[in-house]
């Protein structure tokens, strides 16, 4: 479970759809380059990742990487790599207010699907027990419609967790599953249950005092998760490593089921 390139038997025998969360901390072209190449994403949701990173562009050392982002800070918004993608459509979310859901729909050689980057940012007045939560639930409800058209994913950072809200946050989280017909793929490898994860996502400030579980990868209920893989802090956070950021990403492997 613990390790960060996620490279397994699996993988090598032919796995579907390899997933990643990763929030970058920013430093977009020296940290995410790094990410691609050590875990082999299909599809990577990339929080504090820039506008313009110059792997979405053609080079020298290859072609672009099909890329989608949505911010309103050029060096820190939300960003979708996805090196495996055929095609890939950004879907615009329903009218109204909130920021940093950004949806699109993707052919792959193994299946098409839509993917739902999230990363929250506080949005006050919709009743819920925190702001970061009422951000949650706004961007999926703005994003309802991707799920008529077929499988998502959700995946990002969503800024909640079990382990500051035990009571509220797994209550909304089985919600969100239960309303969209999701699983979340951490908690289905381990048998863990939400608020109890071992294995932190953040740490907060960059203090392995500080851990919290607040990276996910939602699915569809229909597939099978193979595997599931958490970087460490000492891969990831430590002082001196080349691609540090505050979290560790999450990589899923998955077989995709009609």
Same mark, same amino acid.
């Given at each position: 479970?613990?390790?960060?390139?996620?490279?397994?038997?699996?993988?090598?025998?032919?796995?579907?759809?390899?997933?990643?969360?990763?929030?970058?901390?920013?430093?977009?072209?020296?940290?995410?380059?790094?990410?691609?190449?050590?875990?082999?994403?299909?599809?990577?949701?990339?929080?504090?990742?820039?506008?313009?990173?110059?792997?979405?562009?053609?080079?020298?050392?290859?072609?672009?990487?099909?890329?989608?982002?949505?911010?309103?800070?050029?060096?820190?918004?939300?960003?979708?790599? @996805?090196?495996?993608?055929?095609?890939?459509?950004?879907?615009?979310?329903? @009218?109204?207010?909130?920021?940093?859901?950004?949806?699109?729909?993707?052919?792959?050689?193994?299946?098409?699907?839509?993917?739902?980057?999230?990363?929250?940012?506080?949005?006050?007045?919709?009743?819920?027990?925190?702001?970061?939560?009422?951000?949650?639930?706004?961007?999926?409800?703005?994003?309802?419609?991707?799920?008529?058209?077929?499988?998502?994913?959700?995946?990002?950072?969503?800024?909640?967790?079990?382990?500051?809200?035990?009571?509220?946050?797994?209550?909304?989280?089985?919600?969100?599953?239960?309303?969209?017909?999701?699983?979340?793929?951490?908690?289905?490898?381990?048998?863990?249950?939400?608020?109890?994860?071992?294995?932190?996502?953040?740490?907060?400030?960059?203090?392995?005092?500080?851990?919290?579980?607040?990276?996910?990868?939602?699915?569809?209920?229909?597939?099978?998760?193979?595997?599931?893989?958490?970087?460490?802090?000492?891969?990831?956070?430590?002082?001196?490593?080349?691609?540090?950021?505050?979290?560790?990403?999450?990589?899923?492997?998955? @077989?995709?089921?009609?």
């Amino acid at each position: 479970m613990r390790g960060s390139d996620g490279r397994d038997n699996k993988r090598e025998a032919g796995r579907d759809v390899r997933l990643t969360t990763w929030n970058c901390c920013q430093g977009t072209d020296r940290r995410v380059p790094i990410m691609l190449d050590r875990l082999r994403p299909d599809i990577a949701v990339v929080p504090e990742s820039s506008a313009a990173p110059s792997i979405a562009a053609d080079s020298l050392l290859g072609p672009a990487v099909p890329h989608a982002w949505t911010g309103t800070y050029p060096q820190k918004g939300l960003g979708i790599f @996805a090196p495996a993608a055929i095609r890939m459509e950004v879907v615009r979310p329903a @009218a109204g207010e909130g920021e940093y859901g950004l949806g699109v729909r993707l052919e792959l050689s193994e299946a098409e699907l839509g993917v739902l980057g999230i990363v929250t940012v506080p949005l006050h007045g919709t009743g819920h027990r925190t702001p970061y939560m009422g951000a949650l639930v706004n961007i999926l409800q703005r994003h309802e419609h991707m799920f008529e058209a077929g499988d998502v994913v959700v995946a990002g950072d969503f800024n909640c967790s079990g382990q500051t809200d035990p009571e509220a946050f797994p209550e909304l989280l089985n919600e969100i599953c239960d309303t969209y017909d999701l699983t979340s793929a951490y908690h289905s490898a381990t048998g863990e249950a939400v608020g109890a994860e071992t294995l932190p996502t953040l740490w907060w400030r960059h203090k392995q005092s500080d851990p919290f579980h607040v990276d996910f990868v939602l699915v569809p209920r229909a597939w099978v998760v193979e595997h599931v893989s958490v970087g460490s802090f000492e891969e990831w956070c430590a002082s001196g490593v080349e691609a540090r950021s505050d979290h560790a990403p999450v990589t899923v492997d998955v @077989a995709v089921r009609d």
